[in-house]
């Protein structure tokens, strides 16, 4: 707002920093103490617990199991196959083959060839548009709820101790050279290919077709059928009486005396020495590795990290400016009538102006008592007592600095040594006797059946079949043949040669040459000249004055604010796509083919069919039964039994002392130091800020109205209270204030 209006707002009295306004309102700074906890690190002792475990040889009953073997006889049934030969008569087939003639009719395949139409099939292909059905995948976006983890930030104030390179400048004479353009020009000649166009006559060469007939002569095998006489042969059968002698085999059965061997099984007790593994324990010094603990205490120093108030001083600039009153001379304005100067200031502005005061002449010591110069008594300013005076209230600046105690923290940090122990494991090979199995070998001796055989010979009577050869006569038929020749007519389809004449179309191309006029294009070369403008450069050596940056080291403390994070979980709408899919349908062209019925002339063959007759010689097979004697082997079992010998272990149960070594846990305590944070209280002098009496005023409200003359420029001055206002009107309505 401007000074016209007859307040000022200091700057920085909305941020909360103190306003001063006047000799009477300046604030007072008094300090008082406070008392502060604050964390500190302290070293304690402690008894911490610990686990030892400890060695210890104990003895414990273990089972073990031996097995004992024994020989158990056992009975055993077996069969044997005992072959037996016997005889038996056999019934077979005998194929006889016998020869014989037949007239076999038969058929002959004769070719004809002829022209015939033939249709055919030809694919003509055409597009047609086919309405086509697709998938699209189709996104659908969809808010979803998340949690994802936030690293929060906040700062911390460290403080730290660092090197600046302070930068200074030096003026440094520098020789430098400048190369200065000078645009010159130059003619040029240069070589342009024009093109134009020629007509040329050009010949060439066309085949024209001429279609002509010619007579052409061709023969042509025409079939006619004659008759010939043919002889052949033929094989007339006919049956003769045969006699026949044969030799027969008569089989006859003979008793005769058989010697055959036999083995027969005897058992035997025979003596047999066996190997047994005998188990026994033996203790056996066993070499082991043992982690053994030792415990060693180390001297170490760590950084210890503590806040100091430090009180500096801060320049503070300050508006220690008041309000005067200043009379102008107007010339006499008629207005409208008010009721008093409360009713025309409400609302902000009239709370802003109640602080500032009425603008009467009780607070500006105007020399006018008369009533007359009460302004706010009539509808006037300016009337026959004060015809052109009016009084306002002007803001005076004045900006003073002033130094202000300020406290602020400093971290400082000191070395604290402390101590901690480690523990280190040192192998160390001990020794432990251990039970080891072992197994001897012992030889004992067991009696066990030993079956042998004898061979004994032996006779038995057998049935022998033999055959004793007998002649005899039997008659029989015999077929032969006789040649005979005889006569047939044979049709035989024979070809004669014609020679026939037909007229066949003939097409010949003739060769003519014909001209034409062809546009050649072609390029004549022109010389021209053109100025081409050019750049030299002249170099030129020249001085000036550089300014160079140099630096110099200088250690500085500064406060650094360290930003760290703390892990928060929080939610949030994140946009999910899933694609949804959708049916479409497209027109595509289809390139198909439909078929299409043509036809041409095609050369034929089809067989004529003829039968004829011939004579075959065959033969066919006649089946005679006939009967033999035939010996056979068969085996018939036979059940026998024998004795032997079985070895069976039993398992036997034994209770065995066992050493075992145990770790025994032993609990032990031992001193740490340990860092613990604890709260220290201290007192320290904090500022405290007081103001004057006038800050504290009260009064009515005011409402505001409409302003007459300049707005918010001028303000009719009126007697009035004070009003409780805000920070910004600080010192506009004291009484002191003249």
């Not at 070499?287 to 950084?303: G, L, S």
């Not at 009379?327 to 609302?347: D, E």
Request: charged share 20%.
């Amino acid at each position: 707002m401007s000074s016209d209006s007859g307040m000022i707002i200091d700057g920085s009295s909305m941020g909360g920093s103190s306003v001063v306004s006047g000799d009477a309102c300046a604030p007072t700074v008094s300090y008082e103490p406070r008392t502060v906890t604050r964390s500190q690190y302290v070293t304690e002792t402690r008894e911490v617990p610990y686990t030892t475990h400890q060695r210890e040889t104990r003895t414990r009953m273990r089972t073990v199991t031996k097995r004992v073997a024994r020989v158990e006889t056992r009975q055993q049934t077996y069969t044997v196959n005992v072959p037996t030969t016997q005889t038996r008569t056999e019934n077979y087939d005998v194929q006889i083959s016998v020869p014989y003639t037949e007239e076999v009719p038969y058929t002959v395949q004769v070719p004809v060839t002829t022209q015939v139409a033939q249709p055919y099939q030809v694919s003509v292909p055409y597009t047609e548009q086919v309405a086509q059905t697709y998938t699209v995948q189709v996104p659908r976006t969809e808010q979803v709820e998340q949690s994802y983890a936030v690293s929060v930030p906040y700062t911390e104030t460290q403080t730290q101790d660092y090197t600046v390179s302070v930068p200074y400048t030096e003026q440094v004479e520098q020789a430098y050279t400048v190369q200065i353009p000078v645009r010159r020009t130059r003619e040029e000649t240069y070589t342009v290919a024009v093109p134009y166009t020629d007509q040329i006559e050009q010949s060439y060469t066309v085949q024209v077709p001429v279609t002509s007939s010619r007579t052409e002569t061709y023969q042509v095998s025409v079939p006619y059928t004659e008759t010939l006489t043919q002889t052949y042969s033929v094989q007339v059968p006919y049956t003769e009486t045969a006699t026949q002698v044969y030799d027969v085999q008569v089989p006859y059965t003979e008793t005769i005396e058989q010697p055959y061997t036999v083995t027969v099984p005897f058992t035997e007790q025979v003596s047999q020495n066996y190997s047994v593994q005998v188990p026994y324990t033996e203790h056996v010094a066993q070499n082991y590795q043992v982690q053994v603990p030792e415990t060693q205490t180390h001297t170490a120093y760590r950084t210890i990290k503590h806040c100091v108030p430090v009180t500096t001083m801060k320049t503070v600039t300050r508006d220690m400016g008041s309000y005067q009153c200043v009379a102008t001379v107007v010339a006499a304005t008629p207005v409208a009538p008010v009721k008093s100067c409360l009713s025309r200031g409400r609302g902000l502005i009239g709370g802003l102006l109640s602080g500032l005061g009425c603008g009467c002449s009780n607070c500006c010591a105007d020399p006018c008592a008369d009533p007359c110069a009460d302004p706010c008594a009539s509808g006037v300013v300016g009337d026959a007592c004060c015809p052109t005076i009016v009084y306002r209230k002007v803001y005076v600046p004045n900006l003073v600095c002033e130094q202000v105690p300020v406290t602020t923290y400093q971290t400082q940090t000191s070395q604290e040594p402390y101590t901690y122990t480690t523990t280190s494991y040192t192998c160390e090979t001990r020794t432990r006797m251990v039970p080891v199995t072992r197994c001897r070998t012992e030889i004992r001796t067991r009696t066990i059946n030993v079956t042998k055989y004898n061979t004994e010979t032996r006779s038995r009577s057998i049935p022998v079949t033999r055959c004793r050869t007998e002649q005899r006569t039997r008659q029989y038929n015999v077929t032969k043949y006789r040649t005979e020749t005889r006569s047939r007519e044979v049709p035989v389809t024979r070809t004669r040669l014609e020679t026939r004449t037909r007229e066949v179309p003939v097409v010949t191309m003739n060769t003519e040459t014909r001209s034409r006029m062809v546009p050649v294009a072609r390029t004549r070369t022109e010389t021209r000249t053109r100025t081409i403008p050019y750049t030299e450069f002249t170099t030129e050596s020249r001085t000036r004055m550089v300014p160079v940056q140099r630096f110099r080291q200088e250690t500085r403390t500064r406060q650094y604010q360290v930003t760290k994070c703390r892990t928060e979980t929080r939610s949030r709408m994140v946009p999910v796509t899933t694609m949804s899919t959708e049916t479409r349908t497209r027109m595509v062209p289809v390139t198909r083919s439909r078929l299409e019925t043509r036809t041409r002339m095609v050369p034929h063959t089809t067989m004529t069919t003829e039968t004829r007759t011939r004579t075959v010689n065959r033969t066919r097979t006649e089946t005679q039964t006939r009967s033999r004697q035939v010996n056979f082997t068969v085996c018939v079992p036979e059940q026998r039994v024998r004795n032997y010998n079985v070895t069976v272990y039993d398992n036997v149960t034994e209770q065995i002392p066992e050493t075992y070594t145990v770790c025994v846990p032993v609990q032990a305590s031992r001193t740490v130091q340990v860092r613990v944070c604890r709260p220290v209280t201290e007192t320290i002098q904090v500022p405290v800020y007081s103001y004057g009496s006038s800050m504290m005023s009260s009064g009515p409200a005011i409402e505001s109205e409409s302003f007459g003359g300049s707005g918010f420029g001028e303000s009719i001055i009126s007697e009035g209270s004070h009003s409780h206002g805000a920070v910004m009107e600080t010192g506009a309505g004291c009484t002191n204030c003249n």
